[in-house]
């Protein structure tokens, strides 16, 4: 441990190993996928993810609040007296309280929320996307590991939605209000999705799409400050904590600028755009594509606030997993071997990038872990290096 560096890319190699093993699973499904079999990979698929995630050690940062509170909760169903270090939504509170008075360790709980999150998907790709194994693929490179390693609550809160999705598409209101207010109970940030109700269930013009790509480019290409302005004049009537909060997000932000992601958003745009007619005619599958552009919104009309740009966006990045297989399916076979090329390519290099910090370095229960004092003595010694990147 003394001689290893802060950042290396050999970091990130079981990452890499392990999107190229789900790769390697999805070939096997494309033979397959006209044969018996098919329900075979598919669970070698979904069980090898929570082999992967539900039986890692302390990786990321996030682990460094959660075991601490987990150690902290009582042995007896109540919180008297009782006070987490943190604002933990109550919904999320008594999930892990109980989970604990089971016996449960910590790394039985990790197991467990990272059981309930991908069983919940692959009930769902199961049933929404012509290719299951993609779906698990977009998951890994698209947000979904960070999700369920790093931001446990928010990941039961967007599963929330997920489940939700069919009342959205059927405009049962009620059910899809319930669902999600529950969904608040484990993050507050699930409110966002209770009034978009009535935008996400609509089939918007190809006009509507086209215009809030454009508006968010030049937005976020040249820099454009229009919410600033407005919060400097009003900040100092709000007062307290939201005043510090937003002056610590002004004070803070970054723009991101022409990088590969940006790029990445960019492309991905077009395709939608080019199969925009086909997407609409597809069903009740517009649903997506309405996630997504809440997704585009979120993250490049946020973009002079960075930290809330990335919150956000985070939010509707769900929508990739299921766009992704359904762009698959409209490609014809020559263009759906570029695809996957292009697609192994960016989320091989994404993997590499997102994940070369001592912070990353993989284990897992399997094979043994670091003890949790070594892992904390290096979060506290490299947080100020780590958190600067």
């Not at 990452?15 to 070698?44: A, D, M, P, T």
Request: charged content about 15%.
């Amino acid at each position: 441990m003394k001689n290893m560096p802060v950042f290396s890319l050999s970091y990130s190699i079981p990452y890499v190993l392990f999107l190229l093993y789900l790769f390697i699973l999805f070939v096997i499904e494309q033979k397959k996928i006209r044969k018996e079999g098919i329900s075979v990979i598919q669970n070698v698929t979904w069980i090898s993810l929570l082999l992967f995630i539900g039986l890692r050690g302390f990786i990321y940062s996030d682990w460094i609040s959660y075991y601490a509170a987990y150690e902290k909760l009582p042995e007896t169903f109540t919180l008297r007296g009782f006070e987490l270090d943190n604002d933990w939504e109550k919904g999320f509170v008594y999930y892990t309280l109980i989970i604990k008075l089971l016996g449960v360790n910590y790394w039985g709980w990790n197991f467990i929320s990272a059981f309930i999150d991908l069983f919940i998907l692959h009930l769902l790709f199961k049933k929404e996307s012509r290719y299951y194994v993609l779906a698990f693929i977009a998951y890994y490179v698209y947000g979904g590991l960070g999700m369920d390693v790093n931001l446990m609550r928010n990941a039961k809160s967007i599963m929330l939605f997920l489940l939700s999705i069919p009342y959205l598409q059927n405009k049962k209101f009620f059910p899809y209000l319930l669902i999600n207010l529950l969904g608040v109970t484990f993050h507050t940030s699930s409110l966002l999705y209770i009034p978009l109700y009535f935008l996400l269930n609509k089939r918007l013009s190809k006009k509507i799409y086209l215009w809030i790509f454009l508006i968010g480019n030049l937005l976020y290409l040249f820099k454009i400050h229009y919410i600033t302005p407005v919060l400097y004049n009003v900040i100092g009537w709000l007062g307290g904590r939201t005043e510090a909060s937003l002056l610590l997000y002004m004070n803070n932000s970054t723009f991101y600028g022409i990088t590969i992601g940006y790029v990445e958003r960019v492309l991905f745009c077009g395709v939608l755009y080019f199969y925009y007619e086909r997407i609409q005619k597809d069903g009740d599958k517009y649903v997506y594509l309405n996630i997504f552009m809440m997704y585009f919104f979120t993250f490049f009309y946020f973009s002079e606030f960075s930290i809330i740009s990335g919150r956000l966006s985070t939010l509707f990045i769900v929508a990739y997993w299921f766009l992704v297989p359904m762009l698959y399916s409209y490609f014809g076979l020559k263009l759906k071997k570029y695809f996957l090329l292009v697609f192994l390519i960016y989320g091989v290099f994404k993997t590499f990038y997102a994940n070369d910090s001592l912070l990353c370095r993989y284990d897992n229960l399997i094979f043994g872990i670091e003890s949790y004092e070594n892992r904390r003595y290096i979060f506290n010694r490299y947080k100020d290096v780590f958190f600067e990147q």
